[in-house]
C-alpha cells in the first residue's frame, strides 16, 4: 500500500510540475491564455495514454497461465527497476533545465500558432508519467487484487494523488517550506531505494520459477531481529529490497545494483565537477 501511495504521489508531483510551469506561462498573456484548452486537452489525452496501456496489461494478465503470470510480474518489477533508474538520472540531468526547455517549446509552438504542438508537448508529459507510474506498480496491483485488496489500493493510490496536490502547492508557495530542488533531491534517494525493492521482488520470481540459481540459500537469517515480513522489517522490505533470508544470488544482484548506481551518479556529474573530484582525490 505504502508504495502505490508513493509512486503515485512522485509521479504526479512531477507532472503537476509540467503542467503548472505551462499554465503559469500561458497565463501571463492574452495570446497565451487561447492555448488553455490545448493545455487541458493534452493531460486529458495523457491520460488517456495511460488509462489504455492499464487494460492493455490488464488484458495481457488475464491471458497468461499461473506461469505465465510468475513470467510477466518478473519482467515488469526488472523493467520498473530499470525505468525508475531511468527517470533519477534524466531528472538529474535536465531537472535545472526543464522549465527553459518547456517555456522555449511552448513559446515556439505559440508563434507559429501551433496549438496542437502543445497539446502533444502536454500529452507526452503526462502520458510519460502516467505509464511509468503503471509500469512501477502494475506487480503490486496485481499482487493486491489477487488478496481482494483492490479497494486498498486505490484508495492508497487516491491518496497519493492527493498529498501530490498539497505538495504542489506548498512548494509553490516560493520555497518557504522545501524547495523543488531538495524536494527533487530527497526523492531520487527514496526512488532509488525502491528501485532496489522491485529489483528484489524481480529476482524472488525468477527464483521462484527457477530461471535463475540462488547458489547458496540463505547465506544468513536476521529475522529474529528483524523479520521481513512485519512492522519496520516489512517498510524496509517495500522500499529497500530488504530480506531476512536472502540467498547469494540475492546479496550479489543487490551490491551490483548500488556499485551501478554509484557509477551512474558520479557519471552524471557536470565535466567540471568531476574534474575538480579527480583533481583533489
Keep these: 500500500m505504502d508504495q502505490v501511495a508513493f509512486i503515485v504521489w512522485r509521479e504526479s508531483v512531477e507532472a503537476l510540475l509540467v503542467v503548472g510551469i505551462l499554465y503559469t506561462w500561458l497565463r501571463a498573456s492574452p495570446e497565451g491564455r487561447r492555448g488553455m484548452p490545448w493545455l487541458w486537452g493534452g493531460v486529458a489525452a495523457g491520460l488517456l495514454l495511460a488509462v489504455a ?4 496489461f490488464m488484458g495481457v494478465s488475464t491471458w497468461l497461465s499461473d506461469t505465465g503470470q510468475e513470467w510477466f510480474q518478473a519482467i515488469m518489477a526488472l523493467v520498473a527497476c530499470g525505468l525508475v533508474v531511468q527517470m533519477v538520472m ?43 507510474t503503471v509500469v512501477f506498480l502494475w506487480g503490486t496491483i496485481l499482487a493486491g487484487a489477487q488478496q481482494n485488496q483492490a479497494w486498498m489500493l486505490a484508495a492508497a493510490g487516491v ?20 524547495t523543488w530542488r ?38 544468513w537469517d536476521t529475522g529474529a531481529v ?43 556529474r557536470p565535466a567540471a565537477t568531476r574534474l575538480m573530484v579527480a583533481t583533489h582525490g
Excluded at 551501478?260 to 552524471?268: F, M, Q, T
Design 182 to 219: 531538495r524536494f527533487f533531491q530527497i526523492t531520487e534517494i527514496l526512488l532509488l531505494l525502491l528501485a532496489g525493492s522491485l529489483l528484489m521482488n524481480g529476482i524472488d520470481h525468477l527464483v521462484s520459477l527457477e530461471a535463475i540459481p540462488t547458489w547458496v540459500d540463505p547465506v
Design 159 to 178: 491518496g497519493g494523488f492527493l498529498l501530490a496536490l498539497l505538495t504542489f502547492y506548498i512548494l509553490q508557495l516560493g520555497g518557504k517550506v522545501i
Design 90 to 132: 534524466w531528472m538529474k540531468k535536465n531537472g535545472p533545465t526543464l522549465k527553459s526547455e518547456l517555456v522555449s517549446g511552448a513559446s515556439a509552438n505559440l508563434q507559429r500558432n501551433n496549438w496542437w504542438g502543445l497539446l502533444v508537448l502536454v500529452m507526452i508529459a503526462v502520458a510519460r508519467e502516467g505509464s511509468e
Design 226 to 268: 528483524l523479520d521481513d515480513s512485519s512492522g519496520i522489517g516489512k517498510v524496509l522490505a517495500d522500499f529497500a529490497g530488504y530480506r531476512a533470508m536472502p540467498s547469494l544470488m540475492h546479496v550479489i544482484v543487490f551490491a551490483l545494483y548500488w556499485l551501478a548506481i554509484g557509477l551512474l551518479h558520479r557519471w552524471s
Design 53 to 56: 496501456l492499464a487494460l492493455v
